[in-house]
């Protein structure tokens, strides 16, 4: 999880369990609360929310932010359709880097089923 | 028609403007695998997923593959084919191997079946993105006369996932730059077997995200949120997929 390393880089501190569960912690993300809201909706494909979710992502940070902030959200719905559809696994180096984060998020416990 | 971007109440990076331009275009005309007509139509199917009663119910249930019935769909494709589409747009978190398998089983190409993730996912994509900022979504492309060259890959293997990849090592001088800078996260090689559909479709890719993730956190890069505020975006979205890749 890159958050946790730009975390890292930066000497910020942010709640990881934002990602997974209910977004409660979004905000010690800055706008995290608004990001999270506009990343839901899209990905639900949910018009109004997405319309009220935008407004409120650009009363925070602005116009610019919005955009850029669709095409990450836009971006990946792409990446994990990938994965998931071709099963690539994570790096080894990943995989061992990610062991105690995935722990912590609970994440080995999922996608365990044949079919 | 294009996608009229031109016309959007929004700015947007140019370089994103002109790799969606581009990718609009590309996905009328022929593919590695499929013709332009059938890529138009894998893309009309990928909209169509989200109004389809049947992957509601999937997507409801504790498994999604054990509800039955008939894809609502628009009648250009072939069953197997629908079904990938649907799945893959509507609930791509709980796919699996099984899955995989019975789509080649029910007699589609391996390569065909990485084109149809391609375009799905390309098409999703970009229709995320104009949901998101504000616009109509495109009109499909009309498709473009045209045959694919249907050629596979030879140095394709399968792995590191289910399906055959060119691994960087195997990649001959024409392909070898796409593994450049040691980016060849298993990600990127993914939909490999299609080497020229893969390069189309991570030009648009790269302009959404980062070309390379590693850099250090935005340094030279022009974007108005930081780099946390990008990897919670990237890592939540992963997350409501389903995706802890």
């Given amino acids: 999880m890159r958050l946790r390393v730009s975390g890292q880089d930066t000497g910020d501190d942010y709640d990881l369990d934002a990602v997974s569960g209910d977004a409660a912690g979004a905000g010690s993300i ?24 935008r407004q409120a992502l650009v009363a ?7 955009v850029d902030a669709a095409a990450v959200i836009a971006g990946f719905n792409a990446y994990p359709r990938i994965a998931d559809a071709t099963g690539i696994p994570l790096e080894d180096a990943k995989h061992q880097a990610t062991a105690d984060l995935r722990a912590e998020l609970g994440l080995d416990a999922l996608n365990q089923s044949a079919d | 028609m294009g996608m009229m971007l031109n016309e959007a109440p929004v700015a947007m990076r140019a370089e994103v403007q002109a790799a969606l331009e581009q990718a609009w275009a590309e996905l009328g005309a022929a593919g590695d ?23 509601d119910r999937q997507k409801a249930a504790l498994s999604p593959y054990a509800i039955d019935g008939e894809h609502d769909q628009t009648g250009a494709l072939p069953a197997p084919w629908v079904d990938v589409v649907h799945r893959l747009t509507r ?3 709980r796919l699996t191997e099984a899955w995989f398998d019975r789509a080649l089983a029910s007699g589609m190409a391996e390569d065909e079946f990485i084109e149809i993730v391609s ?64 980016s060849h996260f298993y990600i990127r090689r993914a939909l490999t077997l299609l080497p020229a559909e893969t390069r189309r479709l991570w030009a648009l890719l790269n302009t959404l995200y980062l070309e390379d993730p590693r850099v250090y956190e935005l ?27």
């Fill in chain 1, 30 to 53: 800055p706008a995290g609360v608004a990001l999270n809201a506009f990343a839901e909706a899209i990905c639900e494909r949910d018009p109004a929310g997405i319309a009220a979710a």
């Fill in chain 1, 60 to 66: 925070d940070l602005g116009k610019a932010a919005m």
């Fill in chain 2, 33 to 55: 695998w499929l013709d332009g007509a059938t890529r138009v139509g894998v893309a009309a199917e990928a909209r169509r997923a989200w109004d389809c009663a049947l992957c």
């Fill in chain 2, 91 to 93: 609930d791509s978190g």
């Fill in chain 2, 119 to 182: 375009v799905t996912v390309l098409t999703t994509t970009i229709d995320a993105y104009f949901f998101g900022i504000g616009l109509a979504l495109p009109a499909l492309p009309d498709a473009v006369t045209g045959e694919p060259a249907r050629q596979r890959a030879a140095e394709a293997k399968t792995g590191p996932g289910w399906a055959a990849t060119i691994a960087p090592e195997d990649a001959g001088p024409d392909f070898a730059d796409f593994y450049a800078n040691d």
């Fill in chain 2, 219 to 245: 340094d030279g890069l022009d974007r108005a949120i930081s780099r946390a505020q990008i990897e919670f975006l990237a890592a939540r979205a992963s997350a409501l997929l389903g995706c802890y890749y």
